[in-house]
Nanobody, 125 residues
Framework: QVQLVESGGGLVQAGGSLRLSCAAS????????MGWFRQAPGKEREFVAA????????NYADSVKGRFTISRDNAKNTVYLQMNSLNPEDTAVYYC?????WGRGSTTAGQYEYWGQGTQVTVSS
C-alpha cells in the first residue's frame, strides 16, 4: 500500500513557476515508477510527466516539454514537478500517482495503482 500526498499548488501569474511535491508513505517507494496527471474543469484527466523507478527514464506530454521537469528523491520518498513558464492552459488539479512495481514511467493512467488527492494549480493571465 502506498499513500500519496501532493503539495505546492496555488495561484500564479502567467509566466511564473511552481514546484509540486508528492510525498509517499511506505518503504518501497523506490520500486515504483511515478507520474503526474492533471484534470481541468470539464476535461478528462491527462498525462503530464512520469519518471521510472530508477529515475533514469522520464516521459513528458508534448504540451509541457521544455517547461516542466519531473524528478525524484528516493531518500525522501518524494517526487517533484518543477513547472516553469506557466500559462492559463496549465490550470488544473494535479495528481501524483504511483505505477506498478518497477514501473518505467508510463503515460497511461491505467498503469498506475495509487493516486493522491490532488492539488489545485491556477494560472492567471
Amino acid at each position: 500500500q502506498v499513500q500519496l500526498v501532493e503539495s505546492g499548488g496555488g495561484l500564479v501569474q502567467a509566466g511564473g513557476s511552481l514546484r509540486l511535491s508528492c510525498a509517499a508513505s511506505g518503504r518501497t517507494f523506490s520500486r515504483y515508477g511515478m507520474g503526474w496527471f492533471r484534470q481541468a474543469p470539464g476535461k478528462e484527466r491527462e498525462f503530464v510527466a512520469a519518471i521510472s523507478w530508477s529515475g533514469g527514464r522520464t516521459n513528458y506530454a508534448d504540451s509541457v516539454k521544455g517547461r516542466f521537469t519531473i524528478s525524484r528523491d528516493n531518500a525522501k520518498n518524494t517526487v517533484y514537478l518543477q513547472m516553469n513558464s506557466l500559462n492559463p492552459e496549465d490550470t488544473a488539479v494535479y495528481y501524483c500517482a504511483a505505477e506498478t512495481a518497477w514501473g518505467r514511467g508510463s503515460t497511461t493512467a491505467g498503469q498506475y495503482e495509487y493516486w493522491g488527492q490532488g492539488t489545485q494549480v491556477t494560472v492567471s493571465s
